[in-house]
């Protein structure tokens, strides 16, 4: 495996996955209610300016669960509940930084959706999802997700550019 941050990283078979360790660990929590799904626009930290679903990365001690309620309760001021796991994507980037974020759904939530200083909320139809407007991985895993589906993906970015992936 080539040391992340040498350029030297062209695909993710590049990239010994058994041995891959995420710098950081995070959640996405997709809660929809009837035909719509939350996502945010991020307002600061990786992917400001981006829409993409809410969440965060895990807290010393805590579990991955606790931290999708967490995160979601931080950042739109809503409970979910019936969390559903719907998979794992593994990133990493082309300047070293690495993230595994493990993906939830929910179909119900307490609380009405809030601005906070970390994102706006936005209720979006599922058929007219901003996928030009989020992560270019996005538009491969989350319409599978939003089907009830589970997904495993890793995928290798310079900055904001999809170099490579594999999902399945």
């Given at each position: 495996?080539t040391?992340?941050?040498?350029?030297?990283?062209?695909t993710?078979?590049?990239?010994?996955?058994?041995?891959?360790?995420?710098?950081?660990t995070?959640?996405?929590?997709?809660?929809?209610?009837?035909?719509?799904?939350?996502?945010?626009?991020k307002?600061?930290?990786?992917?400001?300016?981006?829409i993409?679903?809410?969440?965060?990365?895990?807290?010393?001690?805590?579990?991955?669960?606790?931290?999708?309620?967490?995160?979601?309760?931080?950042?739109?001021?809503?409970?979910?509940?019936?969390?559903?796991?719907?998979g794992?994507?593994?990133?990493?980037?082309?300047?070293?930084?690495?993230?595994?974020?493990?993906?939830?759904?929910?179909?119900?939530?307490r609380?009405?959706?809030?601005?906070?200083?970390?994102?706006?909320?936005?209720?979006?139809?599922?058929?007219?999802?901003?996928?030009?407007?989020?992560?270019?991985?996005?538009?491969?895993?989350l319409?599978?997700?939003?089907?009830?589906?589970?997904?495993?993906?890793?995928?290798?970015?310079d900055?904001?550019?999809?170099?490579?992936y594999?999902?399945?």
């Amino acid at each position: 495996m080539t040391v992340p941050g040498t350029g030297r990283l062209k695909t993710v078979e590049d990239i010994d996955w058994a041995l891959w360790r995420a710098v950081d660990t995070a959640t996405l929590t997709m809660i929809t209610r009837n035909d719509q799904v939350l996502l945010i626009r991020k307002k600061r930290g990786l992917g400001a300016g981006k829409i993409t679903g809410p969440g965060g990365r895990q807290e010393k001690g805590e579990t991955i669960q606790a931290c999708a309620v967490r995160e979601v309760e931080e950042e739109v001021h809503i409970t979910p509940a019936d969390l559903q796991p719907r998979g794992e994507l593994r990133f990493q980037f082309l300047d070293g930084y690495s993230i595994h974020v493990h993906v939830f759904t929910a179909s119900a939530h307490r609380g009405e959706a809030q601005e906070s200083d970390e994102a706006t909320p936005l209720w979006t139809p599922i058929d007219s999802i901003p996928y030009e407007q989020m992560w270019a991985d996005d538009v491969l895993w989350l319409p599978r997700v939003l089907a009830g589906q589970s997904v495993s993906g890793d995928f290798l970015f310079d900055g904001d550019r999809m170099v490579d992936y594999r999902l399945t």
